[in-house]
């Protein structure tokens, strides 16, 4: 007969667990032998820690960044990025640390020799607030009355980002607003305190030039008689 260490009673096991087992073999005949220290072994529990090493500078850009440990399992361990970037375009990659990231949320599935699996979700890169540039239309004149005016005005509203922020236009400009235009197009880029930009093109209209000409083939500038009043312009 059989006598496991663990209080089985036949002579194989299956599916048992890591450990020490030891076995001890009776014959028909009262004859006794064994088997100690059995030693079934088992890798280190398969974990990993992420750390998000940068977010993204300013709004829309790609220089976010992610990288893992790993640990456990056995090595060589196959990586399996995907995430959904904020502008819905897919994510994916096998490298273990991942760079030149656009704002999103992003998971990984890590697989050992073993085929032992593991997975990270909901990994966020932050994105950047925007810088919101509007026109105020309330305050700008962006048609002018008459051909040749300079009266033109342009009052823009500024959110997001990081204030203060600075302005610089097209026509050298570095004030928020611009009075005293003529007709044409003006470019406006705000900039923030951490050096993100964001860029606004206005364009200020006038009417036509106003021509008035004479017709001379028609008119008579001249009266055939004196008090009469024939003539026409």
Request: proline share 2%; charged share 15%.
């Amino acid at each position: 007969g059989y006598q496991w260490s663990n209080g089985v009673i036949v002579e194989d096991q299956q599916n048992i667990g890591a450990g020490n087992y030891s076995v001890f073999v009776t014959d028909s005949n009262g004859c006794l032998d064994s088997i100690v220290d059995i030693i079934l072994t088992e890798p280190g529990l398969l974990s990993a820690q992420y750390e998000v090493t940068s977010e993204t500078s300013c709004y829309g850009d790609a220089d976010g960044s992610i990288e893992l440990e790993i640990s456990g399992g056995c090595p060589n361990y196959t990586i399996a990025w995907t995430g959904i970037q904020y502008d819905g375009v897919v994510y994916t990659s096998s490298q273990e640390d991942i760079n030149n990231l656009y704002a999103g949320v992003y998971s990984v599935e890590i697989t050992d020799e073993n085929d032992c699996v593991i997975q990270i979700d909901s990994i966020a890169i932050l994105q950047y607030e925007e810088i919101i540039v509007t026109l105020n239309t309330d305050n700008s004149f962006t048609d002018l009355l008459c051909y040749g005016d300079s009266i033109g005005i342009i009052d823009v509203d500024v959110t997001g980002g990081a204030p203060p922020y600075s302005y610089q236009w097209s026509n050298g400009a570095t004030s928020q607003n611009l009075s005293n235009l003529v007709a044409g197009e003006y470019t406006l880029e705000v900039t923030d305190s951490d050096d993100c930009s964001e860029s606004v093109d206005v364009t200020i209209f006038e009417p036509s030039i106003l021509n008035v000409t004479l017709q001379q083939a028609s008119s008579f500038t001249e009266l055939l008689c004196f008090g009469d009043s024939t003539g026409i312009i």
